[in-house]
């Protein structure tokens, strides 16, 4: 085989392992930026449900101090459930915030609003009823009202957190197969590079082969053409004489 047949071949495959190159590495950046977004999407994942964890705790410590409350109608208990209340109020703004790009979670959230201000429309209503009236027929006002409340409270925060914890599942498995597409697109990029140098160092090292080989030859047949020349002078001295 022709040394310039071989030396298109691999030229030609130089070209084509640079073009695979280019390929994967923007195939891989393009992973690693998927990728980004999902470590974003398991953060906020993992946001929704630390806020769903703290916003349970508020709402049942307001179902804890309502009950109180109506229990035994002591001011202490009133405040607590305010307080509770208030703070409940606040965590559910933040998890609604949180969860402003889905409207699902978003719709369970702001279901949760109504129950607790009806929550807080029982309590007032069960104070109001106590004025004025004996404390055993104020007892129990509305008791049956406030759990069945409370009951749908709990379900729609069971769903919040178990849509959340099956979106992070989910969301965790992509990131790991995706970090593994990304270490094997960048593995496939740096072993193109290896045979990019190597098929480099192959054609400069064989082009500097020929070129020696040329100027070798070159030489010789200077040497040649000055000992003809040279031959040719000596002998015509000799043809004279």
Do not use: W
Request: net charge neutral; charged share 25%; glycine share 8%.
């Amino acid at each position: 085989m022709q040394p310039s047949i071989i030396s298109s071949r691999v030229t030609g495959g130089f070209a084509a392992l640079l073009v695979m190159l280019v390929l994967v590495f923007i195939a891989s950046v393009r992973g690693a930026s998927r990728l980004a977004g999902l470590d974003t999407a398991v953060g906020r994942a993992r946001d929704v449900l630390e806020e769903i964890a703290v916003t349970r705790n508020s709402l049942r410590e307001v179902e804890t101090t309502r009950r109180g409350y109506l229990l035994t109608h002591h001011g202490e208990f009133l405040e607590l459930y305010l307080a509770a209340m208030k703070d409940a109020v606040g965590h559910l703004d933040r998890l609604r915030g949180l969860t402003g790009d889905d409207p699902a979670q978003r719709r369970r959230v702001d279901a949760l609003s109504p129950l607790a201000a009806h929550q807080l429309t029982l309590v007032t209503e069960a104070i109001a009823s106590a004025v004025g009236r004996p404390r055993d027929v104020a007892v129990g006002a509305h008791p049956d009202g406030g759990t069945i409340v409370a009951e749908q409270i709990r379900g729609l925060v069971t769903e919040l957190e178990d849509t959340e914890r099956e979106r992070l599942r989910d969301h965790e498995a992509e990131a790991n197969a995706r970090t593994m597409k990304v270490i094997r697109g960048f593995g496939t990029v740096a072993l193109i590079a290896l045979l990019l140098l190597g098929t480099a160092y192959y054609i400069l090292d064989r082009d500097a082969a020929v070129h020696a080989a040329v100027l070798e030859e070159l030489r010789m047949y200077s040497r040649s053409a000055a000992s003809a020349k040279n031959a040719s002078h000596s002998e015509a001295p000799s043809r004279r004489g």
